[in-house]
Nanobody, 112 residues
Framework: QVQLVESGGGLVQPGGSLRLSCVAS????????MSWYRQAPGKERESVAT????????NYRNSVKGRFTISRDNAKNTVYLQMNSLKPEDTAVYYC?????WGKGTLVTVSA
């Protein structure tokens, strides 16, 4: 079954950290670039970070540069999003995405 399953979300205080994971199955993971998107309440989905199939190239939206790091382990079919110095405006459902394929998302809430 072709799917993406995210985990690692939760409630964290401002300034805290979380690491999201996304396990892929049903396709050759190492052939695809991967992305993390997010959708905050009442807002449109937005791209957060992307990584190439080999992991050699990454891109981030400006608001998370220097705080978030995307990485992948092709041997484990997993992509990660390390999030540091979290802010309340990072609160959203975070989705793992492969061209046209979306996971169900994991909720990140940043609040005191």
């Amino acid at each position: 079954q072709v799917q993406l399953v995210e985990s690692g979300g939760g409630l964290v205080q401002p300034g805290g950290s979380l690491r999201l994971s996304c396990v892929a199955s049903g396709f050759t993971f190492s052939n695809y670039g991967m992305s993390w998107y997010r959708q905050a309440p009442g807002k449109e989905r937005e791209s957060v970070a992307t990584i190439s199939s080999t992991g050699g190239s990454t891109n981030y939206r400006n608001s998370v540069k220097g705080r978030f790091t995307i990485s992948r382990d092709n041997a484990k079919n997993t992509v990660y999003l390390q999030m540091n110095s979290l802010k309340p405006e990072d609160t959203a459902v975070y989705y793992c995405v492969r061209s046209g394929l979306w996971g169900k998302g994991t909720l990140v809430t940043v609040s005191a």
